[in-house]
């Protein structure tokens, strides 16, 4: 072990004459610790929410979405989507006519886009259909036109929405649309009675409080959109490369088309996910900032009480470079021993964590309960923070004790 680091190992752990430089040095220890700790937590929990929350956007939307200018809705869209199929990097495609509507059962409602699908296609760029909670899709796919079946088709909607106008697999609900009938008194509203064959639960309050799904053909009916579609949804390969695939979308489909991709939809959100980030990482920094001052005043403290230790090695040739040093590492080793300390508890927090989720209200949150995805490199960045914080904080008291004269110090010995 080299001196200087022996001489400051030395002086953490020996006994103080002043208990207060003790006490205050294991302030400063705990202080790194809970700082450290808290960051990690913190990242986490922001890493996580941006990673759930695009996870839950990515699988249950389309990557891409090609629809018209005029927003007049797709005629030829069986031989667009076929040919749009083989466009490089689209991995599948579907297409889909979709409206604002309000879904009623009884004196209870809840506003939903009801999406009119083809669900083998669907199942291609949307995973919702495969988080039923109870009920089936099956019916979605069936042909038949039988009297029962053609006067309450079938839907599937999300658990939110269920819960709300409080409908169960069975249940018959009043669909109601704003695409209304022309008659001799004014505009009417269209309705159609439909069964709820399944629910489905996302974990995404968005999709499972807004969103339903029946067959395209009884879309197209209430609707008032014969053979039309208004959108038609890609999946490709690299979802983060979703707007250069958008562009060569735009350009095979030709005039009077445009796309939209996932990452243009949702980059208000995922901006202030990233600002919230930033901000919980300075706010939470301050602590790693409280704990470097404790470690000022244990130094400052530790140079006044070691004065004439300080003198009689430097009557011994220990250069003013040396003891400098000497106080240097006595604080980076306090801030050391607390980083590492922080890290694990941090990391066990995390573990923990992610084991046994806190639930959350998905009203407010938009998930239901909150993730924690802990990365190595956030460990990296809250050591390097932490560390550098506390050496600034050693500056001036390794300096200081440097300056002490040793005939001052040992005047009257």
């Given at each position: 072990m080299?001196?200087?680091?022996?001489?400051?190992?030395?002086?953490?752990?020996?006994?103080r004459r002043q208990a207060v430089v003790g006490v205050i040095t294991i302030i400063s220890i705990v202080g790194v610790t809970v700082g450290v700790a808290s960051l990690i937590v913190a990242l986490a929990i922001t890493n996580g929410m941006r990673l759930d929350l695009q996870n839950s956007l990515v699988n249950s939307t389309a990557h891409v979405q090609l629809m018209r200018v005029q927003n007049d809705g797709i005629k030829d869209w069986r031989a667009l989507t076929e040919k749009l199929r083989h466009t490089p990097h689209v991995t599948a495609a579907a297409a889909a006519l979709y409206d604002p509507v309000l879904v009623s059962r009884g004196a209870l409602s809840g506003g939903a886009m009801l999406k009119g699908i083809v669900p083998s296609e669907e199942r291609t760029v949307s995973d919702l259909l495969t988080k039923l909670v109870s009920g089936s899709a099956a019916a979605l796919s069936e042909d038949s036109d039988d009297s029962a079946e053609a006067a309450t088709p079938p839907v599937v909607i999300g658990s939110d929405l269920a819960d709300t106008i409080d409908a169960k697999v069975g249940s018959t609900v009043n669909v109601i649309s704003p695409q209304g009938e022309l008659t001799p008194y004014g505009l009417m509203p269209k309705y159609r009675r439909f069964r709820v064959v399944g629910i489905f639960h996302s974990g995404f309050y968005q999709y499972d409080s807004g969103y339903g799904f029946i067959r395209l053909k009884d879309a197209q009916t209430l609707f008032g959109e014969p053979d039309l579609v208004s959108v038609i949804s890609f999946n490709v390969d690299d979802l983060y490369h979703a707007d250069r695939v958008g562009k060569a979308i735009e350009g095979q489909a030709g005039p009077g088309f445009l796309t939209t991709n996932w990452m243009e939809q949702n980059r208000t959100l995922f901006r202030a996910l990233r600002l919230e980030q930033v901000g919980t990482f300075i706010v939470i920094g301050l602590i790693v900032c409280v704990a470097a001052l404790n470690i000022l005043i244990a130094l400052i403290m530790m140079v006044m009480e070691k004065t004439k230790d300080i003198a009689v090695l430097m009557s011994m040739g220990v250069s003013a470079g040396q003891i400098r040093r000497i106080f240097l590492l006595q604080g980076v080793l306090i801030s050391v021993i607390g980083t590492v300390l922080g890290l694990a508890l941090g990391y066990l927090l995390t573990?923990?964590?992610?084991r046994y989720p806190l639930h959350l209200s998905a009203e407010v949150y938009s998930i239901d309960y909150l993730p924690?995805?802990?990365?190595?490199?956030?460990?990296?960045?809250?050591?390097?923070?932490?560390?550098?914080?506390?050496?600034?904080?050693?500056?001036?008291?390794s300096s200081a004790a440097a300056k002490v004269l040793p005939a001052e110090a040992l005047r009257y010995e």
């Open positions: 080299r001196f200087e680091l022996f001489v400051a190992a030395r002086y953490l752990r020996a006994k573990f923990l964590g992610a924690f995805a802990p990365t190595v490199m956030d460990g990296i960045m809250v050591t390097l923070v932490s560390l550098g914080v506390s050496l600034l904080a050693t500056l001036y008291p």
